[in-house]
């Protein structure tokens, strides 16, 4: 297998609402990520998890909060968000998240609207 | 911290010809380079990478090079067709930082035929 899935595709939710989007792979790969992508804009890292322990959070606001519970899965769980994190999220994986640089392979993204 | 700045943000080319994308990275520590193609409404798929000790790469139509001294790099894309047009972001990624990557804002590439 070697994609990384994403679910829901699509995900409306309203502010007061608790949610979690889902991100799997069967690569091997040891490095999971969140990005969030606005239109017409580039990803932007939200967190990075090396080897089931998250390294990176690029001070995303504690309505985002994200789990990798195996190797495999990732989560971010949402919670009280606002209408402005209407956006795609993008997971990604690599076989670590090193220093020599690898390559990520990104999902197809939860398509995220906030009412 | 990194700042990767991607010219042109639009492009168009006629079916056939060339189109280079050129990016330019502020971090000399940075030493990978992908690039990613975006159509609407699909995912970044990766197409090209380079690493800091390799000057140019190249994949059939597609080839990336690398100048470190001035910290550029470019995509370039020959014999374009139809199906290349999309969103193309080049990235660098920070080594101390493990693998984040910073985009560049993206070019639209339109292949005319």
């Known amino acids: 297998d070697t994609e990384v899935t994403q679910t829901p595709k699509h995900l409306v939710m309203g502010m007061t609402n608790k949610k979690s989007l889902k991100c799997e792979q069967h690569?091997?790969?040891?490095?999971m990520y969140w990005y969030k992508q606005k239109a017409k804009k580039p990803p932007e890292l939200m967190f990075v998890?090396?080897?089931?322990?998250?390294?990176i959070n690029e001070s995303v606001p504690s309505r985002f909060s994200p789990e990798c519970p195996n190797s495999s899965l990732l989560n971010l769980h949402l919670h009280a968000l606002q209408p402005e994190d209407s956006a795609l999220y993008l997971c990604?994986?690599?076989?670590?998240?090193?220093?020599?640089?690898?390559?990520?392979?990104f999902g197809p993204g939860t398509r995220l609207t906030v009412t | 911290g990194e700042n990767v700045e991607q010219h042109p943000s639009t492009l168009s080319v006629q079916e056939g010809d060339s189109a280079v994308i050129k990016c330019t990275y502020s971090d000399s520590a940075s030493n990978y380079f992908p690039w990613y193609k975006q159509e609407l409404g699909k995912r970044p798929q990766l197409i090209i990478d380079?690493?800091?000790?390799?000057g140019e790469k190249k994949d059939q139509r597609i080839a990336v090079t690398l100048n470190k001294t001035a910290k550029h790099f470019s995509l370039h894309i020959t014999e374009t067709q139809p199906e290349d047009s999309a969103v193309y972001f080049c990235?660098?990624?920070?080594?101390?930082?493990?693998?984040?990557?910073?985009f560049g804002a993206g070019t639209i590439l339109r292949v005319k035929s």
């Open positions: 380079i690493r800091s000790n390799v």
């Open positions: 990604a994986s690599s076989r670590s998240s090193g220093t020599s640089g690898y390559e990520q392979y």
């Open positions: 690569m091997g790969h040891r490095a």
């Open positions: 990235a660098a990624s920070i080594r101390e930082y493990g693998n984040k990557l910073v």
């Open positions: 998890y090396s080897y089931e322990k998250l390294s």
